[in-house]
């Protein structure tokens, strides 16, 4: 089982700035994975970023990047060149890659990128 | 591709009264998920399926129940509604047990009343 922290209710970044978003996580597995899901106010859910275990390098999608540092049990997400379209809400989960790959959430970062 | 789809997407119920959320992929998935969003958190499980004809129960699955009888669809009911189960529904599903992404359906947002 994992458990998910995410201490930041809200954030605002200024627009062409960078921000990170903060993610904490405890599991007992060995084998997990951490991602990263933005959900926008029309409610869908995106996969943005995934971030194994065992992955040496932090994973990288265009703008986002997962600072994963293990031994700390953190898996930040790092938004560089902030739009206003990422203005949304941002999920961490994490999922053990030895079962089912059910996912455990946190409960959610409020991005606002100011204009 | 459609890939996930959920129906209905809105839907107001009374309490006591039975309905089913369906979810339905085509990607040949093989693993699907129901989850529960309520105000404020995350995304909670409430079942899951690795496969045709096979069900698991999540971290909150009372007051619910779940059937894939087809790999396709993973159906959601609710017996007796009731207010606490006032949320928006997703469903999810993975390729398998070597994948990782999850691809989520549009989400049903459910009032019991």
């Not at chain 1, 540092?69 to 999920?91: C, E």
Request: glycine content about 10%; charged content about 20%.
């Amino acid at each position: 089982a994992q458990k998910i922290t995410q201490t930041q209710p809200g954030m605002f970044v200024q627009e062409k700035e960078a921000v990170t978003l903060d993610c904490t996580y405890d599991t007992s597995d060995q084998s997990y994975g951490l991602f990263w899901y933005k959900q926008p106010s029309s409610g869908e859910m995106i996969f943005l970023i995934y971030q194994g275990s065992y992955d040496e390098q932090n994973a990288t999608e265009g703008r986002y990047s997962l600072n994963f540092q293990k031994a700390r049990k953190s898996a930040n997400l790092v938004i560089s060149a902030s739009q206003l379209g990422d203005s949304a809400m941002y999920f961490c989960a994490a999922g053990s890659l030895d079962s089912a790959r059910q996912l455990t959430f946190g409960s959610g970062t409020q991005l606002t990128v100011l204009p | 591709n459609a890939g996930v789809t959920q129906t209905p997407k809105f839907r107001v119920l009374k309490t006591g009264q039975s309905m089913t959320l369906l979810c339905a992929q085509d990607m040949n998935h093989e693993y699907m998920y129901w989850y529960r969003q309520d105000p404020g958190m995350g995304l909670r499980l409430i079942h899951y399926s690795v496969g045709e004809g096979t069900t698991a129960k999540g971290e909150v699955p009372d007051g619910y129940n779940v059937s894939r009888l087809k790999k396709q669809n993973f159906l959601l009911g609710l017996e007796s509604a009731a207010p606490s189960q006032t949320s928006v529904y997703f469903c999810a599903s993975i390729k398998d047990g070597t994948d990782t992404e999850a691809f989520f359906g549009q989400g049903t947002r459910l009032t019991v009343v």
